[in-house]
């Protein structure tokens, strides 16, 4: 049809032209061949299951991404998706199907650290790299050299609270909410009370329930008493919409402060008007203006009629970071692919460009987000 169209250009120019017309059609080839498996698993269902479901979006994105850009060396990138259920236990065993029933080459998952840290070891003994979208707490990559993290640690989170907490917000009483049962509840809440006091602010009182609790009240009674001006609740979406209702209902006026665990659309939800006012960390916000990010959101929304959660972008993140790191390694082997994830650089990514450091952490910053008349509002983002 080219040569129809311009029938007097000179044979070499024709050729050239020719060949810059279907590279576009060379480059977008459909891959074939045997599937590239990468497993996921995720609390799909139950509880926590609006992390499951944002992680999922993301990571289905991500596969049709890949294979529209031609594959994972040429072949195609396939998600073999595990549903833990929320449930303690089912994680590891997601993790044995994956790695000896579909012989994935990789895995990602969990959001939640304890889910994280069942599946973990297994991925470690079977030399598997793990690519967690948002696990924080510092333990899950110090299992050993396959695990890697595609979001910021707890350190660094509970840092960027406390200093936040003390230096934009005024707050300097401080009552924690803490479920000793979550490694990710412990562990943010240590760092967050460790900066918090050196910063000359004080821990007036301290509070424990259950995962799961849907009665707070006697705890936030308790916490009354010690008239807080901020209470922080290191948990996740459900039990934060829960306090912050019963908080209001018993009169405690105090900013309800947390994690990135409070990120869900169910947040809104559940909290109601009582989350006006409420801050909480996180590692993207959509309102970011990167041309990646911008793309990322119009296609999230094209497709699922909503605006993405930061479990979504990390998890999107973390497939494409696999399929890059296969592409660098030339191949699946275990441990080329374990070295090259090791290797990462400044990954472009939908989150920030990323970083891995010795410890297979990402270095990346966090974004504050309030909520405000119903909506969870970017406020500020906080760099390492």
């Known amino acids: 049809m080219i040569l129809l169209l311009f029938p007097c250009m000179s044979s070499r120019f024709r050729r050239s032209f020719l060949l810059l017309a279907i590279l576009p059609l060379i480059a977008s080839a459909s891959p074939t061949g045997e599937p590239v498996k990468l497993g996921f698993f995720m609390s799909i269902t139950g509880r926590d299951a609006s992390f499951g479901e944002a992680a999922l979006r993301g990571a289905r994105l991500a596969i049709d991404d890949v294979n529209a850009a031609g594959g994972i060396l040429g072949r195609p990138a396939e998600l073999v998706v595990e549903d833990n259920r929320s449930l303690p236990g089912e994680?590891?065993?997601?993790?044995?199907?994956?790695?000896?029933?579909?012989?994935?080459?990789?895995?990602?998952?969990?959001?939640?650290?304890?889910?994280?840290?069942?599946?973990?070891?297994?991925?470690?003994?079977?030399?598997?790299?793990?690519?967690t979208p948002a696990s924080t707490n510092p333990r899950v990559t110090a299992v050993g050299d396959c695990i890697f993290r595609m979001c910021f640690a707890d350190p660094f989170q509970g840092e960027v609270l406390a200093n936040y907490a003390w230096k934009q917000l005024?707050?300097?009483?401080?009552?924690?909410?803490?479920?000793?049962?979550?490694?990710?509840?412990?562990?943010?809440?240590?760092?967050?009370?460790?900066?918090?006091?050196?910063?000359?602010g004080r821990i007036v009182a301290s509070q424990k329930y259950s995962g799961g609790d849907k009665d707070l009240r006697a705890q936030l009674t308790a916490i009354r008493s010690a008239q807080p001006d901020t209470i922080f609740l290191p948990g996740y979406y459900v039990e934060a919409g829960l306090a912050a209702q019963q908080a209001r209902e018993l009169g405690l006026k105090a900013t309800l402060l947390g994690g990135d665990g409070f990120e869900a659309p169910?947040?809104?939800?559940?909290?109601?008007?009582?989350?006006?006012?409420?801050?909480?960390?996180?590692?993207?916000?959509a309102e970011s203006q990167s041309p990646a990010s911008q793309r990322f959101v119009a296609a999230y929304q094209a497709r699922y009629g909503g605006v993405p959660v930061g479990l979504a972008a990390l998890t999107y993140d973390a497939i494409k970071l696999i399929a890059d790191a296969i592409t660098r390694a030339g191949g699946t082997d275990r441990v080329?692919?374990?070295?090259?994830?090791?290797?990462?650089?400044?990954?472009?990514?939908?989150?920030?460009?990323?970083?891995?450091?010795?410890?297979?952490?990402?270095?990346?910053e966090a974004a504050i987000i309030t909520v405000r008349d119903g909506r969870c509002v970017f406020v500020d983002s906080i760099r390492p």
């Open 266 to 285: 169910q947040l809104i939800e559940i909290g109601g008007a009582a989350l006006n006012g409420t801050y909480y960390s996180t590692h993207y916000s």
């Open 170 to 200: 005024g707050l300097r009483r401080a009552a924690l909410l803490i479920d000793p049962g979550a490694p990710y509840s412990v562990g943010l809440a240590e760092v967050f009370s460790r900066t918090f006091t050196a910063l000359g």
């Open 336 to 364: 080329a692919l374990r070295k090259a994830l090791a290797a990462t650089h400044d990954f472009p990514g939908v989150t920030g460009r990323t970083t891995l450091d010795e410890h297979r952490d990402a270095v990346k």
């Open 91 to 131: 994680s590891a065993t997601a993790v044995k199907k994956l790695i000896a029933r579909d012989k994935v080459v990789a895995l990602i998952g969990e959001c939640a650290s304890s889910r994280t840290l069942e599946a973990a070891p297994l991925a470690q003994a079977a030399g598997l790299p793990l690519v």
